[in-house]
Every structure is written in structure tokens, then in C-alpha cells.
């Protein structure tokens, strides 16, 4: 159900709520609304029950990171506790998150869950510790589920691995361990055939990969799609990582609607490494971001222009900012207006001069 269709809901049939909608779609009311057929009705019957069977509290990956980040600063100040890491699908950088898994490093398990209860961000207590008190699930004050588990010192490797990768990825991990005689669980590796022999711990995940004959897997990839034997056969893809961006294809500057100046953005990129940045400012028509008239193009040009042959003399007479790129361009471009008359909104002569032309 788009906007558009939600507010004539509301408006003729009184509507602002699921469960009002669902009883409307069973009864067949949603029908008398021009553009809503039967097959509507059970398109949007299907919806809410699709709704009704995800986990009630789900953030985006940014979302997650920086609650997550929060928490476990508040949590390494707890005493007792060694180090918080935060696991599960936040770790693995999945595109949503529902629960915040945190692994605490602590020998004191008992009293550091009971500090963590009585933390400012807990609002409520769900399960209450079991297992030794070496666990509690959370609700966080206008937050998601928090599920703290509590792992021995010295012992992180098994503990990382098993509340890290996802379900299809431990069961993979567990079936290879037992081919070798071993019991794989988040307290380390126990002999099948020896119950009563202690485990094996890890102090890092490498560790545990290398016994278990498996290149280290990169959390990202522990989703169960054919990792587990790309790591043995030694063919892992590389992981993208910041050092491999080579420049920013679409930016604005405080000529249009950006926030900073053209030069605090290009002196933060030629820090940062990058070779080259587009700016691709806003077309006159799009008068509410401050576009640009073709006089304001032409200044911006000249401005580029200038910056460039900086960067070339700076270059040339070795005198580039440490870390940064010593071939670094500043490329011109425009995010271009195509009007509602289904014209572009600058004259080809104009547009021949951009670098780029989004």
C-alpha cells in the first residue's frame, strides 16, 4: 500500500491502523475503492501477515552499528569487564538487524550481568540469566533486544565464531569438526569419543579456523552460502575495504545544497587517499538546492580549474599532504534537471564542458 492509496483508505473508509485494514480486506470493503480488486485485498491480507511474522524491531546496518558502538563503550566501563564485542548479524554487516548480540569477556559473570541489568539504556529485564549466569536478554530504553553473552578469559576465539556466524554457517562448522572426532560449541572443541576430556579454547577465531584446516573467514561472509569450502580450497574473495575506493563519483559543495565549502571537501579527500572527486552540484531548475545558473556553472569551472592547477604544482614540487594521492583531480560535473517540458536543463554547449553528467 503506497501513500497514495493509504490516505484514501483513511479518508473513505475511516482507516489508520492494521488491524482496521485487515478486517476491512477479510470483509471485502477495501474493494469499493476505485483502483482496489479483490486480488489488492489478498495482496495486502498476504502483507500483514508477512509483517506479522518478522521479529517486531529491526534496524538498518547503520542504525545497529552505532547503538551497538554505544553499548559497548557503556559495557567496558562496567568493572569486571575485560572487552565487549558486538556479534551476530551486526558483525556479519547484515543489511538489517533485529537483536544486538554482545560477547563480555569477564572471569566475574554473575556480577557483571547484574551491573549490565542496571544500566541507564535498560528499560526492561526480558529472560533473566541461565546457563551459569553467563547470559540476559535486554530490552534497551527506545531500543532493540540486547543478548549479553559472558565468555571466560583467554577464550574468545570459539566464543566469536559460533555467536557471529549465522545458523547455516555454524552447522557447517559443526559437521566438519565432528568429521574430525570433535564437538564444536561456543566453549570450544570437546573429543566425541571423550566426554569427560575438557576443551579446547582459542584465545582468537584464526586459531580455531586453522584447527578445523580453514583459511580465516572474515565475518561477512559467514552467512552459509559456500564459504566453509571456498576457505578450504583456498579461493576466499577479497573483502573491499576503504584503502581500495579510489574517489567519490557524486558530491555536493555549499555552491548548491552541500554543507561545506568545495575546498574542506576536496582537502578531506586528498587526505583520505583518494585520486580524483566529482562534483556534481544541482542544475538551475532545482531552484529549492540553490542550483546553478550557467553564469554560476562557468565560475565554478574557473574555481575547479584553479584547484586542479594547485594540486599539479604541489605535485610537481613534491609538496603533497601526507597520504594523499599525488595525481589527485577534481573533476566537474552537474546532477541535471530534465524539465517537466522533457528538455535538459542546460544547452548542449553547456554540457559539452562537464567532466561527468549525472
Not at 566453509?228 to 555536493?252: I, K, M, N, Q, Y
Not at 540553490?290 to 575547479?304: C, D, E, K, M, T
Request: negative net charge; glycine residues 10%.
Amino acid at each position: 500500500v503506497g501513500p497514495r492509496t493509504a490516505g484514501e483508505i483513511w479518508r473513505e473508509l475511516g482507516i489508520a491502523g492494521l488491524p482496521e485494514l485487515e478486517a476491512a480486506a477479510r470483509e471485502g470493503r477495501l474493494r469499493q475503492l476505485r483502483g482496489i480488486s479483490a486480488k489488492t485485498e489478498a495482496r495486502i491480507l498476504e502483507g500483514i501477515g508477512e509483517l506479522e511474522r518478522r521479529p517486531p524491531w529491526r534496524m538498518r546496518i547503520d542504525e545497529a552499528h552505532d547503538v551497538a558502538a554505544r553499548v559497548v563503550g557503556l559495557v567496558e566501563a562496567v568493572p569486571g569487564v575485560m572487552s565487549a564485542t558486538a556479534a551476530g548479524s551486526v558483525r556479519r554487516g547484515r543489511e538489517t538487524v533485529g537483536d544486538i548480540d554482545l560477547l563480555v569477556e569477564t572471569d566475574s559473570p554473575t556480577e557483571v550481568m547484574a551491573a549490565l541489568r542496571a544500566l541507564p539504556v535498560t528499560e526492561e529485564v526480558v529472560a533473566g540469566v541461565r546457563g551459569g549466569a553467563d547470559r540476559a536478554t535486554l530490552r534497551l530504553a527506545d531500543g532493540p533486544q540486547l543478548v549479553v553473552m559472558a565468555m571466560p578469559p583467554g577464550a574468545a576465539g570459539s566464543y566469536l565464531v559460533h555467536f557471529t556466524g549465522s545458523a547455516e554457517h555454524n552447522v557447517a562448522l559443526r559437521h566438519r569438526a565432528r568429521e574430525r572426532g570433535w564437538s564444536l560449541s561456543e566453549r570450544g572443541l570437546a573429543p566425541l569419543d571423550d566426554e569427560g576430556t575438557a576443551a579446547l579454547t582459542f584465545r582468537t577465531e584464526r586459531e580455531l579456523y586453522a584447527f578445523l584446516d580453514l583459511t580465516f573467514i572474515p565475518p561477512e561472509l559467514r552467512e552459509g552460502r559456500g564459504e566453509v569450502e571456498a576457505a578450504e580450497a583456498g579461493t576466499l574473495p577479497r573483502l573491499v575495504t576503504e584503502a581500495d575506493l579510489r574517489g567519490d563519483c557524486h558530491s555536493h559543495s555549499h555552491w548548491s545544497d552541500g554543507k561545506e565549502p568545495l575546498e574542506v571537501m576536496v582537502e578531506s579527500a586528498r587526505a583520505s587517499g583518494r585520486e580524483y572527486q566529482v562534483l556534481t552540484d544541482h542544475s538551475q531548475s532545482l531552484t529549492i538546492a540553490n542550483g546553478l545558473s550557467p553564469a554560476r556553472v562557468r565560475a565554478q569551472a574557473r574555481h575547479i580549474g584553479e584547484l586542479n592547477e594547485r594540486f599539479a604544482r604541489e605535485a610537481a614540487a613534491g609538496e603533497v599532504p601526507d597520504g594523499a594521492d599525488s595525481g589527485f583531480v577534481l573533476l566537474h560535473g552537474t546532477e541535471l534537471e530534465i524539465t517537466t517540458e522533457g528538455r535538459l536543463d542546460y544547452p548542449d554547449e553547456l554540457l559539452a564542458t562537464f567532466d561527468v553528467v549525472v
